[in-house]
């Protein structure tokens, strides 16, 4: 089913533009629902997204195509899902949300969760690194990502496009591994960072890829620097959980919250701002990979677009008033 359903993806950005459409419609269940990141969140059906995200984008990207670096499947609620991630890649000939193109290639950082029924998709998640694109096309909006921001890379051994039938104990042991993770990030404290022991759950030297704003860090020093310091000063009050989809296979996990986590901008710092004291939400994507009994790499995907228009920062508003976007 896994390899069946990556099969027809690929196909329909590999084949001929104008039967693309019917491709995408093909792929999805009569009363199928799509849910994406901030600009596209007012979308709610399969067919309003072709309209209104893949057609614009097609146009924008006409060679564009999939790359999947990891993709998985698994039961969550008695439910089929199948998690994906990787980036498209093509050139962007035509605008796309208001900026110009850059006539070079643009590449897409995705995540992906479907839940199918008879090999039809009838819910789907997707957040796209959008803040990523912006800043291939020269129109980075805050301050600079303190993390490394470049194309992320898939699984250190290439294995992330599982094939055959996963060890049960291999899969037992990833969720297992993950859960005990998540569950000690819970215990902070609201005053030292080494009151979650998060060591005890990764490999010395992990790898951990944040989207456009974080960026990607290696080990728990750079990590707390890069990404955790700022995000728990931000919002000490952080809650997660309530997950659409969790699922494990092998020794890939993935999860995803819409939202999964609420909080508080009690805290500055984060992505630049000053804090606004709201109360906010956050579309939240991860996959996991474990080595051993440790957790190895971590490919992060969060709103930002949606969360900083939460935070009182209108990233597009702010490009149109500064007249960096072009009509539509």
């Given at each position: 089913m896994r390899l069946a359903h990556r099969t027809r993806v690929c196909e329909a950005f590999s084949c001929a533009k104008d039967v693309r459409k019917a491709r995408l419609s093909a792929l999805y269940a009569p009363n199928g629902k799509w849910f994406g990141s901030r600009p596209f969140d007012h979308v709610e059906t399969a067919a309003e997204a072709i309209a209104m995200f893949w057609e614009p984008l097609l146009?924008?990207?006409?060679?564009?195509?999939?790359?999947?670096?990891?993709?998985?499947a698994g039961l969550w609620r008695d439910s089929v899902w199948i998690a994906a991630t990787g980036h498209y890649q093509g050139n962007f000939l035509r605008p796309w949300l208001g900026a110009f193109p850059t006539r070079g290639i643009i590449r897409l950082r995705f995540g992906e969760f479907s839940r199918m029924e008879s090999g039809k998709i009838v819910e789907q998640y997707t957040i796209i690194d959008i803040l990523d694109f912006l800043r291939q096309a020269d129109l980075w909006p805050i301050v600079p990502s303190l993390g490394c921001v470049d194309l992320t890379p898939g699984p250190r051994e290439h294995d992330g496009l599982l094939s055959g039938v996963a060890d049960s104990r291999e899969t037992v042991l990833s969720m297992q591994v993950v859960e005990a993770m998540i569950a000690g990030l819970m215990r902070y404290d609201r005053v030292?960072?080494?009151?979650?022991?998060?060591?005890?759950?990764?490999?010395?030297?992990?790898?951990w890829y944040g989207p456009a704003g974080i960026g990607a860090c290696r080990g728990q020093e750079q990590y707390r620097r890069v990404h955790q310091g700022p995000f728990l000063n931000a919002f000490p009050d952080r809650v997660g959980g309530d997950h659409k989809c969790r699922i494990a296979e092998g020794r890939f996990v993935a999860s995803t919250g819409w939202p999964s986590i609420r909080a508080t901008h009690t805290g500055g710092g984060f992505l630049g701002l000053p804090p606004t004291g709201r109360k906010i939400t956050m579309r939240v994507m991860d996959f996991w990979k474990r080595d051993g009994d440790l957790l190895d790499e971590n490919w992060v995907f969060i709103d930002l677009i949606d969360l900083l228009h939460q935070m009182d920062f209108d990233v597009f508003g702010r490009l149109r008033e500064s007249g960096h976007l072009s009509p539509e």
């Open positions: 146009d924008a990207v006409p060679d564009l195509e999939r790359r999947e670096d990891i993709s998985l030292s960072l080494d009151s979650m022991e998060q060591w005890k759950f990764w490999s010395p030297h992990f790898s």
